[in-house]
């Protein structure tokens, strides 16, 4: 009886056991092969842009023209035009809206810059920096944790591009709009964009590029104005002397009198050197003193209204669709 038994648990164990130790060992090698299967992917994951492959970029201190890869130029970009602390999605935004830039100048290359593509100069194209000045610009404990946000916002939105009409925008941006951006028209001039509109954005009044002041004599205002319009006349003492006649639909000086001309607040704003044409004008004893909301010229997406937006929760996609209107985000 005894044997019958042992013989009915031999069975037990052959039947039942082994086909579990298999089944795991199974597991193991099928969970080992996910893994590798995920691992390879990720690998394999660099874009390929196969036609816009390279940027042919502009160094206007030295002259001299560097083949980058585009995302490798963006990194540049970013890091350059952008505060690495800025929250992860306005990060992705200004990659997005960078490229798009920068591919807008590929396709509507007008030899501007020769035989490149583009230049390092913020107030020609956009701003770029190498890596090692980046690097030497941080402080040291937070250079790796800067880069590496860099790395991400550009890596994680490889390929998108803003079109409207299947083409690629003129993505403008700026650093702050004073709580509006402007329409291309009031700036520039001509017909404009349809994708750029004025809009306006909250939170921008919490950064220090939202409000800036500067005094000059009646002397220097004079003088200054007299260097580009030889017959500017102005008596001071006449109440209206200086008068701002019509604002933009940004809240932006348009035109504004100053003795006999009539100026509009874009050229005001570039002879004074003032961070914007949002401005308000005051004579105080023999001082002019202008008081100026937002910095630069307004068009586009606002890299601190990108933030604020970024800080209430809107991922990149929104932010862009915020700042630029009718468009979409579309793989190249």
């Known amino acids: 009886m005894k044997k019958y038994i042992i013989y009915f648990l031999i069975f037990i164990i052959l039947c039942f056991l082994i086909p579990i130790i298999f089944t795991n060992s199974f597991k193991r090698v099928a969970i080992s092969n996910v893994s590798s299967n995920v691992e390879e992917k990720i690998e394999a994951s660099t874009y390929d842009y196969k036609k816009y492959t390279t940027v042919r970029l502009y160094h206007s201190k030295t002259k001299k ?27 992705k935004a200004q990659a997005v809206v960078a490229r798009t830039f920068t591919l807008y100048k590929i396709v509507h290359n007008s030899k501007k810059h020769k ?17 090692e000045d980046r690097f030497a610009k941080w402080d040291d404990k937070n250079e790796e944790q800067y880069w590496n946000k860099i790395l991400k916002a550009v890596n994680s939105t490889q390929g998108k591009m803003i079109t409207y009409n299947n083409e690629p925008i003129n993505a403008f941006f700026h650093s702050n709009s004073g709580g509006t951006t402007e329409a291309p028209i009031n700036v520039w001039g001509g017909s404009g964009y349809p994708y750029l509109k004025s809009v306006s954005t909250s939170g921008e009044d919490a950064y220090s590029q939202y409000s800036s002041n500067l005094t000059v004599t009646q002397k220097q ?31 932006r000086v348009k035109t504004i009198k100053v003795g006999n001309l009539s100026l509009s607040g874009v050229e005001i704003r570039t ?50 669709h915020h700042f630029y209107t009718d468009v979409e985000i ?3």
């Open 65 to 91: 023209i560097e083949k980058l890869p585009l995302d490798e130029y963006l990194y540049g970009v970013v890091s350059s035009e952008m505060p690495a602390t800025y929250e992860e999605e306005a990060l």
């Open 221 to 251: 205002f004079t003088d200054t104005i007299k260097k580009v319009h030889s017959d500017f006349k102005i008596d001071f003492n006449k109440k209206d002397c200086i008068k701002i006649e019509e604002y933009t639909e940004g809240n």
């Open 115 to 131: 035989d490149a593509d583009i230049c390092d100069d913020s107030t020609c194209c956009q701003a770029w920096i190498s890596k």
């Open 330 to 332: 579309k793989d190249i």
């Open 271 to 320: 002879l004074f050197g003032l961070r914007s044409a949002n401005f308000k004008i005051t004579m105080e004893n023999k001082n002019i003193k202008f008081e100026v909301t937002g910095y630069g010229h307004g068009v586009g997406m606002s890299q601190t209204g990108a933030d604020s937006l970024a800080k209430q929760g809107k991922n990149y996609e929104e932010i862009i």
